[in-house]
């Protein structure tokens, strides 16, 4: 049996980039376990208006400075090498409303790309320093996944799909997250932050020993409680 992993995350939170490539690691670390991952969408600032704002002055209020915002940023940069991001600030020049790419991963996920395509709306924000409140941007991308710039604009003009996303956002806040990356396994344990990924792969290690020592066994057969061996 899988473990089901839910990664509620920001497009517009760089410390959920950090999070996605140090769970890969994890993964890696755990080969022998098997995971069903989900990505499930959060707002860090829902009041960023659709054309965004500008990204130097909007962290500087952020953080209380432009000195303090400098040292944030220099920071991320290094946080970004370790894990092969490479954060550039500097060239950025807005924030963004992440809602719309929400909305466009709720319907990649039809196809099974909604993972693929996070990466990417991560990999063009932050490093690439796509303006994506520029629908032409956004278009450009999709069509990388085969979408016609009618698909875009009809999903991003969906009313209802956007009920859809917001809903999903509440009910996550409404489960106690407050801040992302959030992991939750199994609907039932909760790790918050861009943890190491030795910690995230011992969650994996602990989680799949209570499952194994629970799972049900044939007469004549015994379990090692602790081991989870049989």
């Known amino acids: 049996m899988n473990i089901k992993i839910e990664v509620v995350s920001d497009v517009a939170c760089p410390w959920c980039y950090v999070g996605s490539r140090r769970l890969d690691k994890a993964l890696a670390m755990v080969p022998e376990i098997g995971v069903d991952i989900t990505w499930q969408p959060f707002q ?13 002055p909007y962290y500087e209020a952020k953080f209380g400075s432009e000195e303090k915002a400098l040292e944030v940023f ?5 946080v970004g090498e370790d894990e092969n991001i490479e954060f550039d600030f ?17 319907e990649a996920d039809k196809d099974g790309k ?22 032409e941007n ?16 009809e999903v991003l003009d969906n009313q209802i799909l956007m009920t859809e996303v917001q809903d999903k956002i509440r009910y996550y806040q409404s489960r106690g997250v407050s801040g992302v990356p959030f992991f939750i396994f199994n609907e039932k ?21 209570e499952m194994l020592a629970e799972t049900p066994i044939a007469a004549g057969d015994s379990c090692n409680v602790e081991s989870g061996e049989c």
Request: proline fraction near 5%; charged fraction near 30%.
């Open 44 to 56: 860090l600032d829902p009041t960023v208006p659709a054309e965004g704002r500008e990204l130097k």
């Open 189 to 209: 344990y909760g790790v918050s932050g861009a943890q190491p990924p030795h910690i995230l792969a011992d969650t994996l290690r602990q989680i799949q020993r």
């Open 74 to 78: 220099e920071h991320m940069q290094r």
């Open 114 to 135: 909604k993972a693929e395509l996070k990466h990417r709306f991560f990999k063009a924000y932050f490093e690439d320093a796509t303006d994506l409140t520029k629908r």
């Open 138 to 153: 956004i278009i450009e991308i999709m069509a990388e996944f085969g979408w016609s710039a009618e698909k875009v604009n």
């Open 90 to 106: 500097l060239k950025m020049d807005k924030t963004m409303n992440s809602l719309p790419l929400h909305m466009l991963m709720h």
